[in-house]
């Protein structure tokens, strides 16, 4: 039987409303949409609002007022006062510098995420992550002697090993050069096909969105529009 807060669709629908910063001068979100391609990617100016937008996503903001709804499932509803806290959505969130554990080594960081999801939950291997991402040879290094690359790589792996059922990248390869660019775009481009799971990428750069035959969007001003 379906309940009222959920629904058959697959994918991240939303409609959003907030308010950032002092009433005359600052920040107004105002959006709706819904995202169900594989990859969606979002672009647009600075301060345009797609951190923002990410943020509510994943929990780490609460909107005035709206729903957030992920594969048919209600997580924000602020009508009914839902607010659903991040570790509960099954979203998963990277940006720029990856975050890992530095006093933990490779294997310990990828195995975090992974070693609290019970075992019904884990829907592909350690070993599979780690051969598509080629981090096998990591294993045992601690962060700091990883190159901004690996540490990217190693970052997205411990990342798809928490089991997300969507993923948040925020700009995850900034920091980077082309050329150690494009063999981590090459991985992400598998991901929602090799393990069934959508992202939504933030870019400032048009052409990784086409490398990622993305479903892309700009945001201004606050507001969504597609491309
Ligand atoms: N903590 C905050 N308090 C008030 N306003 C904020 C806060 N954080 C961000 N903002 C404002 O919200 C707006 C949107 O910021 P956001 O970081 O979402 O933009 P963005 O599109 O991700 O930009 P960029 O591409 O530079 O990362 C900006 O005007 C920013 O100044």
Redesign the pocket.
């Known amino acids: 039987m379906q309940t009222l807060d959920s629904t058959n669709s697959q994918g991240l629908e939303f409609s959003l409303r907030l308010h950032?910063?002092d009433a005359q001068t600052?920040?107004q979100?105002d959006t709706q949409g819904c995202f169900t391609a594989p990859i969606t990617a979002l672009c647009?100016?600075?301060?345009?609002?797609?951190?923002?937008?990410l943020?509510l996503f994943a929990g780490l903001l609460k909107p005035d007022q709206g729903f957030i709804r992920l594969n048919g499932q209600l997580l924000v509803d602020t009508s009914n006062q839902l607010f659903t806290p991040p570790h509960m959505r099954h979203i998963g969130l990277m940006w720029q510098d990856g975050q890992l554990f530095p006093h933990l080594s490779v294997r310990k960081n990828l195995m975090y995420g992974y070693q609290l999801q019970p075992e019904q939950s884990r829907r592909f291997s350690p070993e599979s992550v780690i051969e598509l991402l080629e981090i096998s040879t990591l294993l045992d290094r601690q962060p700091r002697h990883l190159s901004g690359g690996e540490r990217q790589r190693v970052a997205l792996g411990r990342t798809l090993l928490a089991m997300p059922q969507f993923l948040l990248l925020?700009?995850p390869l900034n920091a980077l050069n082309q050329s150690l660019k494009l063999p981590i775009l090459a991985f992400l481009k598998q991901v929602p096909k090799h393990f069934n799971i959508p992202l939504i990428y933030?870019t400032?750069q048009i052409e990784e969105t086409k490398i990622l035959d993305a479903e892309t969007w700009f945001?201004e001003d606050?507001r969504l529009v597609s491309v």
């Open positions: 950032r910063g600052g920040f979100l647009g100016a600075s301060g345009a609002g797609k951190s923002t937008l943020a925020d700009e933030v400032h945001c606050g």
